[in-house]
T-cell receptor
Framework: DAGVTQSPTHLIKTRGQQVTLRCSPK?????VSWYQQALGQGPQFIFQ???????QRGNFPDRFSGHQFPNYSSELNVNALLLGDSALYLC??????????????FGPGTRLTVT | QKEVEQDPGPLSVPEGAIVSLNCTYS??????FMWYRQYSRKGPELLMY????GNKEDGRFTAQVDKSSKYISLFIRDSQPSDSATYLC??????????FGQGTILTVHP
């Protein structure tokens, strides 16, 4: 059973460019969340997708947008890249349980470097 | 003040030691509490998941939650060099919007 997969593994972009990161959730999971992890810090919540809609959003500007497809896979798009966007971008998938709990399983991440 | 505070360490212990990792939080609405382990240049791996106050044990790992004190702990018994990693606490009010601590870097030396 494949876990959460993300592509690409690494990416180098220039300030002002746009980037798209991709995520495939764990089999059977229907909810995808995206996090940004700066070096030496814990992950920060960007947004969450369920049933192809953004359900929750963290404190990130509109330059960060996303999409979820009918097969539950997801994309994260970042426009007008800034140097401060350099980070590890993590995708997590989860399945909502009857209890309301969300056990989230993370992918390996995409390391984005903005120069 | 951050919602979740975690001592970044680093923490260095000899093999076989008992390790105690801790987080405090300020948001009383947090209901779900998690511990993740993250190896260098990898994604976080879910270790323990608990709901509300109490203890949960899984092999060498024990998670404790004290909601009255807004304090959670992870204990690792008989620590091994393979336990060397960054440990992240995470919390959720509901719906899966996790708030993480900064992470504690643990090194277990032979």
């Amino acid at each position: 059973d494949a876990g959460v997969t993300q592509s690409p593994t690494h990416l180098i972009k220039t300030r002002g460019q746009q980037v798209t990161l991709r995520c495939s959730p764990k089999s059977g999971h229907d909810t995808v969340s995206w996090y940004q992890q700066a070096l030496g810090q814990g992950p920060q919540f960007i947004f969450q997708y369920y049933e192809e809609e953004e359900r929750q959003r963290g404190n990130f500007p509109d330059r960060f947008s996303g999409h979820q497809f009918p097969n539950y896979s997801s994309e994260l798009n970042v426009n007008a890249l800034l140097l401060g966007d350099s980070a590890l971008y993590l995708c997590a998938s989860s399945l909502v349980r009857v209890s309301g709990s969300y056990e989230q399983y993370f992918g390996p991440g995409t390391r984005l470097t903005v120069t | 003040q951050k919602e979740v505070e975690q001592d970044p360490g680093p923490l260095s212990v000899p093999e076989g030691a008992i390790v105690s990792l801790n987080c405090t939080y300020s948001n009383s609405a947090f209901q779900y509490f998690m511990w993740y382990r993250q190896y260098s240049r990898k994604g976080p791996e879910l270790l323990m998941y608990t709901y509300s106050s109490g203890n949960k044990e899984d092999g060498r790992f024990t998670a404790q939650v004290d909601k009255s004190s807004k304090y959670i702990s992870l204990f690792i018994r008989d620590s091994q060099p393979s336990d060397s990693a960054t440990y992240l606490c995470a919390m959720d009010t509901s719906y899966g919007k996790l708030t993480f601590g900064q992470g504690t870097i643990l090194t277990v030396h032979p």
